[in-house]
């Protein structure tokens, strides 16, 4: 038993290191303009963003590959061999194809930022947007994340809320962070 209190205690405390890692890193900056019982409007700053298209598959296929090939450019491979920093959340949005963002760390501009080896990774910058949110904690998938868009959709629909039909995922937490998960499913506000 003291075997097992010590991987319970030990269990926890990696937990707890991987919940501080991610509270630390960099995200993507909104501000609040209204709260309703379960979703939020925000309006997000403009951003910097690197973006890979997929073509269309399962949640969790499709999120490990877009993950690789954007990790493999912020690791290094890219026209400066320069590390950039890794932002939270990470963005999905799983229409007629798969994409996956990384928001850009601040301190870059268009000009300053390294640009890929990889000629599939898109840089753009989005100006700033307005959204609504729902957050759900645990693990996302395909089916969850079905679940939040329709619910999300009917919130909306019974504020008389317009909203576009681009609902992107929004992940906050390493695969191997198992307790205090964040996820959002956000879609643009049409004013």
Do not use: C
């Not at 319970?8 to 890193?25: E, G, P, R």
């Not at 951003?47 to 949640?59: H, M, P, R, T, V």
């Not at 296929?61 to 990790?71: E, I, P, Q």
């Not at 904690?137 to 008389?160: C, H, M, S």
Request: no cysteine; glycine share 4%; aromatic share 12%.
């Amino acid at each position: 038993s003291t075997i097992l209190i010590t991987l319970a205690i030990l269990f926890m405390s990696f937990q707890y290191m991987v919940k501080s890692n991610t509270d630390n890193t960099l995200n993507y900056k909104y501000k609040i303009e209204k709260k309703y019982e379960d979703i939020e409007i925000r309006i997000y700053d403009k951003a910097l963003l690197a973006k890979i298209e997929l073509s269309k598959g399962e949640y969790k296929d499709m999120s490990s590959k877009g993950f690789r090939v954007l990790a493999d450019y912020i690791f290094g491979n890219n026209n400066s061999n320069e590390q950039i920093s890794m932002t939270s959340p990470v963005v999905m949005e799983m229409n007629e194809k798969f994409t996956m963002e990384f928001i850009m760390p601040s301190n870059y501009d268009i000009k300053t930022l390294p640009m890929p080896r990889n000629s599939k990774i898109e840089i753009y910058e989005k100006p700033s947007w307005k959204a609504a949110s729902i957050s759900f904690g645990g693990f996302a998938n395909d089916k969850i994340i079905n679940e939040k868009v329709e619910e999300l959709k009917k919130e909306l629909n019974d504020l008389k809320i317009n909203h576009k039909s681009n609902f992107k995922f929004f992940g906050y937490n390493p695969p191997f962070q198992l307790i205090n998960r964040k996820n959002e499913v956000v879609v643009e506000i049409i004013e």
